[in-house]
T-cell receptor, first 113, second 111 residues
Framework: DGGITQSPKYLFRKEGQNVTLSCEQNLNHDAMYWYRQDPGQGLRLIYYSQIVNDFQKGDIAEGYSVSREKKESFPLTVTSAQKNPTAFYLC????????????FGDGTRLSIL | DAKTTQPPSMDCAEGRAANLPCNHSTISGNEYVYWYRQIHSQGPQYIIHGLKNNETNEMASLIITEDRKSSTLTLPHATLRDTAVYYCIVRVAGNFNKFYFGSGTKLNVKP
């Protein structure tokens, strides 16, 4: 089945710890995205990547880092600099093209111990 | 970039049509309207999108007004499983895909 896989589904972080959220897609999409969702709110863009080895900051990139070494993979690291990391994190991908929709994974819920 | 306005919540009886409105009065000529829905604790699910013509697929219909300042998503026969938050999004024109998700409309389908 083609789709986007995010892991783990739930993740706990200790103070001062970096954690990495996985996102893999087998849709052969060029573009990938990371969003953060807080309770009762819409999604906010953290980072996006249009092609391999290239990525751009979104609206709330501070405290996060990404890499795009492979087309299928776009991992997100939540660093210790992110002071309020508790949220629902969503990864998406899309084909290139001006009107292509994004398709989302089922998310990772990150909490602080 | 065009932003959207949606009512925070709506109710619909099971089996009836659910019509969800969206206002995007500042939309520009090359911006598409997209609809997604999100069931609690899941990722958003793509429903449909369009530019100026009405669109229909197996899930829903999208009607965009002639001046493109508003649109309506219609679920023809709502079921309890359609209870979700529905997002209307206008894509920012440019060289990259960037979707602005607002707060959406919580659709409550009732028996």
């Amino acid at each position: 089945d083609g789709g986007i896989t995010q892991s783990p589904k739930y993740l706990f972080r200790k103070e001062g710890q970096n954690v990495t959220l996985s996102c893999e897609q087998n849709l052969n999409h060029d573009a990938m995205y990371w969003y953060r969702q807080d309770p009762g709110q819409g999604l906010r863009l953290i980072y996006y990547s249009q092609i391999v080895n290239d990525f751009q900051k979104g609206d709330i990139a501070e405290g996060y880092s990404v890499s795009r070494e492979k087309k299928e993979s776009f991992p997100l690291t939540v660093t210790s600099a992110q002071k309020n990391p508790t949220a629902f994190y969503l990864c998406a991908s899309s084909e290139q093209g001006s009107n292509q929709p994004q398709h989302f994974g089922d998310g990772t819920r990150l909490s602080i111990l | 970039d065009a932003k959207t306005t949606q009512p925070p919540s709506m109710d619909c009886a099971e089996g009836r049509a659910a019509n969800l409105p969206c206002n995007h009065s500042t939309i520009s000529g090359n911006e598409y309207v997209y609809w997604y829905r999100q069931i609690h604790s899941q990722g958003p699910q793509y429903i449909i999108h369009g530019l100026k013509n009405n669109e229909t697929n197996e899930m829903a219909s999208l009607i965009i007004t002639e001046d493109r300042k508003s649109s309506t998503l219609t679920l023809p026969h709502a079921t309890l499983r359609d209870t979700a938050v529905y997002y209307c999004i206008v894509r920012v024109a440019g060289n990259f895909n960037k979707f602005y998700f607002g707060s959406g409309t919580k659709l409550n389908v009732k028996p």
